[in-house]
């Protein structure tokens, strides 16, 4: 390996199961509900008042985005300080150009065509690879960094959560409309077009040697330039020290970004100490089936355990895991937030049924967007909304649950 390949993948530990959080926003036209094409004015007034004392604010891919992001936090509490703190800061300069803030995996009416990238030498030189193509990127996400003390740990952990992906996409899911259409996912914004030619999963490795390895030859051949190439759904990030798990669409409040932090975090640490089985290349086999039922179907998709091969209700193996997660509870408010994602699994009621109750309820997409970027600036709690929304549930259509149920040998 080169010298320049070594240093490009040298791991800085951090703290196990210290926690980052980056949170995608979108940018809303206080009047039109449309995206709001105004994130380099927005980003100059969020940062000219003082400097900020955590977190950053910063400029994603196309100008209906901002990304707000954590200092390096030791619990669920400390990610909800950071998040509100900047939220406010950010919603603030919005208002000052006509805009507000929404959480959400994808804007449910605009069309991709007509977003604009934002102007910055990473993103130039993006665009001169791929063209109109990196537009259908505009999707938001929430992304949690899992400090790791040993890199060698670092494969390990990245393959052990590799098995909870479908249990992060179906807590997240909020992104049922695409350009004004109910797509009948819960999660689109999981299947929106990604160019990027690394593919959405890490080789299977047993070693960071090994993984640093592979990625040179990436290097060697031109295929990535840095670590910030690769798109996986969960990847190790060297500078930080953490492995990041990048599949969760963005929520709709702060409150939720937090329990679903706190949900990683208490993962995190349940596989560290309990070790509870050993990752194979053979649990890959169904990892694509498993994504796209919890992309598709939410907390009422079909899981099937890559150990036992055998189908089970996605929401039945969370409660579970959420119960198996509680007696590693020790942070303040952690119980109370994994009660509050208990809750959404016991009830099938993720942020996307959230939104498609509140288009039951609205003229238009565009008056469902505003009302979505109120839940973002003023973080109600999730448990309100549900209950908000309850009466609407049975008039929204959904397409039922209707997979294979053969067995696998």
Sequence with gaps: MSNSAQHSFDFAPSADMSLGVELELQLIDAETGDLAQRSPQILQAARLPRPLARGAIVPEVSAGMIEISTGVCANACEVATDLESLRSRVSCAAAEHGARISGGGLHPSKHWSEQQIFDSPRYRDLTSLYGEVLKQTTVFGQHIHLGCADVERVPLLMHQLARYVPHFIALSASSPFMEGRDTGFDSTRTYCPNPFPTGPRAPFTNSWHELTEYLSKWLACGVIKSIKDLHWDIRPKPEYGTVEIRVLDSPLSIERAAALASFAQLLGTWLLESQPFIPR??????????????????????????????????????????????????????????????????????????????RGRCRSVKEMALLAAGMMETSPKPDDVVRASMPLLTAVPREPLSVSRSQWA
Aim: avoid cysteine; proline fraction near 3%; aromatic fraction near 8%.
């Design 281 to 358: 290349d053979e649990d890959y086999l169904v990892y694509e089936y498993n994504k796209y039922q919890a992309a598709k179907f939410g907390l009422q998709a079909i899981y099937v355990d890559p150990m036992t091969r055998k189908q089970l209700l996605l929401r039945d193996h969370l409660g579970n895991l959420l119960s198996t997660l509680a007696r590693h509870a020790s942070a303040p408010r952690d119980e109370e937030r994994l009660a509050t994602l208990r809750k959404v699994v016991s009830t099938i009621q993720n942020d996307a049924t959230v939104l498609r109750s509140l």
